[in-house]
Nanobody
Framework: QVQLYESGGGLVQAGDSLRLSCAAS????????MGWFRQAPGKERDIVAV????????YYADSVKGRFTISRDNAKNTVYLQMNSLKPEDTAVYYC???????????????????WGQGTQVTVSS
C-alpha cells in the first residue's frame, strides 16, 4: 500500500514557475514508476511526465517538453515536478501516481497506475 500527498500548487502568472512535490508513504517507493497527470475542467486526466525507478529515464508530454522537469529522491520518498514558463493552458489539478509494474516501463496510461494522490490545483493567469 502506498499513500501519496501532493503539495506546491497555487495561483501564478504566465511565465512563472512552480515546483510540485509528491510525498509517498511506505518503504518500497523506489520500486514504483512515478507519474504526474493533470486534469482540466471538463477534460480527461492526461499524462504530464513519468520517471523510472531510479530516475534514469523520463517521459514528457509534448505540451510540457522543455518546460517541465520530473525528478525523484528515493531517500526522501518524494517525486517532484518543476514547472517553468507556465502558460494559462497548464491550469489544471495535478495528480501524482504510482505504478508498481515490474518492468520499469514508463507507463503513460492512467488506467495502469495503482495509487493516486488527492491532487493539487495549479492556476495560471494570463
Amino acid at each position: 500500500q502506498v499513500q501519496l500527498y501532493e503539495s506546491g500548487g497555487g495561483l501564478v502568472q504566465a511565465g512563472d514557475s512552480l515546483r510540485l512535490s509528491c510525498a509517498a508513504s511506505g518503504r518500497t517507493f523506489s520500486n514504483y514508476v512515478m507519474g504526474w497527470f493533470r486534469q482540466a475542467p471538463g477534460k480527461e486526466r492526461d499524462i504530464v511526465a513519468v520517471i523510472s525507478y531510479n530516475g534514469g529515464n523520463t517521459y514528457y508530454a509534448d505540451s510540457v517538453k522543455g518546460r517541465f522537469t520530473i525528478s525523484r529522491d528515493n531517500a526522501k520518498n518524494t517525486v517532484y515536478l518543476q514547472m517553468n514558463s507556465l502558460k494559462p493552458e497548464d491550469t489544471a489539478v495535478y495528480y501524482c501516481a504510482a505504478d508498481r509494474n515490474t518492468d520499469n516501463y514508463l507507463q503513460r496510461d492512467r488506467r495502469f497506475y495503482d495509487y493516486w494522490g488527492q491532487g493539487t490545483q495549479v492556476t495560471v493567469s494570463s
